[in-house]
């Protein structure tokens, strides 16, 4: 594994150090493009953006592993879970592979150092009295006699009415349930009415955290996103111990005497997923060489963490998982110590972006509404992709993906607007020169308008760095706009013979233009930006990209990672860019697509 490089590109930077963790996606199975809208294409904009300006980025995730879902998938199929999980792991980071997210490492929840960290997080809890055993009503299937999670279970919210709410937690008004207190309960595996009998499990003691969880969220105020901090606000009115162990033989032992031994209970899936920021971030440290370089994004007053995910997901990422991290830090109402790790950073800020649903359908792989992936990247540009998650992805709001808006946003955005500047610039330039030009003497519209692409970067970074991706986007794109409207007036190709000193300051101003939206694209495009920083003569990696690395684990077995090194060129500045260096002509940018993509999709689409 390339460890060397990596760590060193996050030494010798600036002192300011930055954790960007994209949820844990489930394994069990492929992922479809909305998911990836929401935990993992903004996460990466905002990483790459980050390193860009300098930062020492830490960017850790990987593949959710346990609980029930994956047992029952499993045996759907024949295999054991653990077969299920090694062949989504790799499925999975090979879906992320291809939309290049640029993952420090991205690893998966059965490693044993997982377990190890997980385990401590939960002794440290049970230590400090913030975790508690509780005989309670277990669902189980009359059929087979096996537990049934509560996830797995589903009826009528005694809240609000919703008769699709699950066992664990009501979709419709949020609320946490007990599969017991549901109206009409049945198991969504076969529809049955399940049996309840008594069960022992740990609870983790959210109320003891009120006080401080409150006080947090109050620093958060105008800071978050408005869906996340209204969500928070009101999850916080009326919080109730929650389940942290299961009636299952899959996931972490529960690590107390009586209990690590027994086959039958293991740590909740949720509880030990969120625990995975940490475990990878040590997971990256002992890889680096320098098993203590997690700390710096976790026990530093002025690092900052950034948790990216879908709406779903936010009860655990902005309640759940910072009262463990007070719970384990001591901070709770009943006080208490750091256990071994030490005292842990909460997060900053919690990303959440709405649903993300097709051609006005909810995205549902059992019903076949869906486009995977690797599907998606096999027939199209993934920067094609990752523009349209940015300009029009559910940022604030459920968004719909439809083909004809795909298209059209491809072939008048990309391709007209960006990829015709870069095209028709440096073809000319490549043309008629054969490498940059120098500048001769610069009027007032040519200084005006390489002002007004340098403050772009101030603008679009502010945007960026407060993950408002589709601002940001957008005015990267009035500022493309504008430069493909200097180049149209000042109309370089009618100058070849009468004054070719002027042509040659007017190309030189337009390379630049092009070497700048070059650099504010990156975060968003970062395959075609690395094509038109070879287009302008430029040497070497501009964007860093992951690669997939097998590895190894003391006493364990092999698996497979996302790392990278991503120390590149890139840089979020406008760079001078160099006279003399040749051109090449250039290709394509980007592919202009046919309308009747469209109509083949949506056959496909039907045809499902």
């Known amino acids: 594994m390339r460890h060397e490089g990596a760590a060193s590109s996050l030494r010798g930077m600036s002192s300011r150090h930055i954790l960007t963790a994209p949820a844990w996606p489930y394994a069990n199975g492929p992922r479809h493009i909305g998911h990836v809208s929401g935990f ?43 077969e299920l999980a090694d062949r989504y792991n790799k499925v999975i980071g090979q879906d992320l592979h291809g939309l290049g997210m640029s993952y420090d ?147 972490v032992p529960v690590p107390l005497p009586g209990w690590i031994d027994r086959p039958d209970k293991r740590l909740y899936v949720w509880f030990d997923a969120v625990i995975g920021y940490l475990s990878a971030s040590v997971e990256w440290a002992k890889r680096s060489g320098d098993p203590d370089a997690w700390r710096a994004w976790w026990q530093n007053p002025d690092a900052e963490s950034y948790y990216f995910m879908g709406k779903d997901n936010i009860v655990f990422h902005s309640e759940i998982w910072p009262a463990m991290l007070l719970g384990y830090n001591g901070e709770g109402d009943k006080g208490g110590r750091p256990n071994s790790l030490g005292k842990l950073d909460l997060p900053n800020e919690i990303v959440s972006s709405e649903f993300l649903t097709m051609e006005g359908r909810k995205f549902s792989s059992s ?9 998606f990247l096999e027939r ?103 430069a493909n409207k200097y180049l149209s007036d000042e109309a370089p190709w009618k100058l070849r013979t009468e004054d070719p000193e002027r042509m040659k300051t007017i190309l030189h101003v337009a390379l630049q233009l092009i070497d700048d ?10 395959n075609s930006s690395d094509k038109v920083h070879k287009m302008l003569g430029g040497e070497g990696e501009w964007s860093g990209m992951p690669e997939i690395q097998d590895v190894d684990e003391e006493g364990g077995t092999g698996y497979q990672v996302l790392t990278g090194a991503y120390d590149t060129a890139a840089r979020w500045e406008s760079q001078p860019i160099t006279p003399g260096v040749p051109l090449a002509p250039p290709k394509p940018l980007f592919t202009k697509l046919d309308p009747s993509v469209v109509d083949e999709e949506l056959a496909r689409l039907e045809q499902t």
């Open 40 to 82: 993992a294409l903004p996460c990466d904009m905002f990483s790459r953006y980050q390193r860009m300006a300098g930062n020492k980025v830490l960017m850790v995730s990987g593949t959710d592993e346990h609980g029930t879902p994956i047992q029952v998938q499993a045996d759907k199929e024949g295999v054991s879970a653990r």
């Open 105 to 251: 490492l991205f690893t998966r929840t059965t490693t044993r150092n997982h377990y190890g960290v997980a385990q401590e997080i939960f002794k440290g809890l049970h230590a400090n009295g913030y975790v508690f055993e509780k005989t309670t009503m277990g669902a189980i299937s009359p059929s087979t006699g096996r537990t049934l999670p509560d996830r797995y279970i589903e009826g009528t919210c005694p809240i609000c009415g919703y008769d699709s709410a699950r066992g664990d937690q009501c979709d419709n008004c949020g609320n946490q349930l007990d599969p017991i207190d549901l109206i009409n309960p049945r198991s969504r595996i076969n529809g049955e009415a399940p049996e309840f009998v008594e069960t022992e499990h740990f609870f983790l003691d959210l109320p003891a955290f009120s006080e401080t969880l409150g006080s947090w969220l109050q620093s958060k105020e105008g800071l978050w996103r408005p869906n996340v901090y209204k969500f928070t606000r009101n999850l916080l009115d009326d919080m109730q111990p929650r389940p942290i162990s299961r009636d299952l033989d899959w996931g």
């Open 367 to 375: 019903r076949q509404v869906v486009i995977y992936v690797r599907d």
């Open 380 to 482: 199209y540009d993934v920067d094609a992709l990752r523009y349209y998650i940015a300009v029009a992805g559910p940022e604030n709001q459920d968004t719909d993906f439809t083909w004809s808006e795909f298209v059209r946003r491809n072939n008048d955005e990309l391709v007209a607007a960006w990829g015709n500047l870069v095209n028709r610039s440096v073809s000319f330039a490549a043309k008629n020169i054969g490498e940059i030009p120098a500048a001769g003497d610069l009027t007032d519209r040519d200084r005006a308008i390489m002002e007004r692409s340098r403050k772009a970067f101030d603008a679009v970074g502010a945007e960026l760095s407060r993950s408002r991706f589709k601002n940001a986007v957008s005015e990267t794109m009035r500022t493309i706009a504008e």
């Open 517 to 526: 939206a070059k650099s504010l694209m990156t975060p968003f495009l970062p």
